[in-house]
């Protein structure tokens, strides 16, 4: 079965996006991570303007390491992704897999119509392909009781 992102979307990527400002400091986003059970924020230039990056819990770990923790002065445009990898609702969900692999992510932007309208992460790919393969286990099992 050759499967959408769309599919995820309609099943497990229901959350609202958080956002954070570019210039906001990365204990903010720490924060705003952690108080919205997120591991990813959409980066914003200026609320209501285009995203210009995503900020995740492995910038954040980079981050810390690469200034011995010192980062209490260090705004998020300094250490978020500006290189996206996305993809659309209409996206193979294969083709997203195997994006992640290629690029070492967790957490790809969707866009439609030049918006985003969610993040997908490796943890939605692997869940909706273990629901899949369950339903495929079921219909064998079914089968064969035949």
Same mark, same amino acid.
């Given at each position: 079965?050759?499967?959408?992102?769309?599919?995820?979307?309609?099943?497990?990527?229901?959350?609202?996006? $958080?956002?954070?400002? @570019?210039?906001?400091?990365?204990? /903010? *986003? &720490?924060?705003?991570?952690?108080?919205?059970?997120?591991?990813? =924020?959409?980066?914003?230039?200026?609320?209501?303007?285009?995203?210009?990056?995503?900020?995740?819990?492995?910038?954040? $770990?980079?981050?810390? @390491?690469?200034?011995?923790?010192? /980062? *209490? &002065?260090?705004?998020?445009?300094?250490?978020?992704?500006?290189? =996206?990898?996305?993809?659309?609702?209409?996206?193979?969900?294969?083709?997203?897999?195997?994006?992640?692999?290629?690029?070492?992510?967790?957490?790809?932007?969707?866009?439609?119509?030049?918006?985003?309208?969610?993040?997908?992460?490796?943890?939605?790919?692997?869940?909706?392909?273990?629901?899949?393969?369950?339903?495929?286990?079921?219909?064998?099992?079914?089968?064969?009781?035949?």
């Amino acid at each position: 079965m050759r499967a959408l992102v769309r599919e995820i979307l309609d099943q497990y990527a229901k959350r609202a996006l $958080v956002t954070i400002g @570019a210039h906001e400091m990365l204990f /903010v *986003a &720490a924060q705003r991570m952690c108080d919205e059970k997120v591991h990813s =924020l959409i980066v914003e230039d200026r609320p209501g303007r285009p995203f210009i990056g995503i900020f995740t819990e492995h910038d954040f $770990v980079r981050a810390v @390491a690469e200034r011995k923790g010192n /980062v *209490a &002065a260090v705004q998020v445009f300094s250490y978020m992704t500006k290189d =996206l990898a996305t993809c659309t609702s209409d996206t193979l969900i294969a083709d997203v897999k195997r994006l992640m692999m290629q690029r070492r992510i967790r957490h790809v932007p969707v866009i439609d119509s030049d918006k985003i309208v969610a993040v997908i992460s490796i943890g939605d790919v692997t869940h909706f392909q273990a629901t899949l393969a369950e339903v495929h286990q079921d219909l064998v099992d079914e089968r064969m009781r035949i």
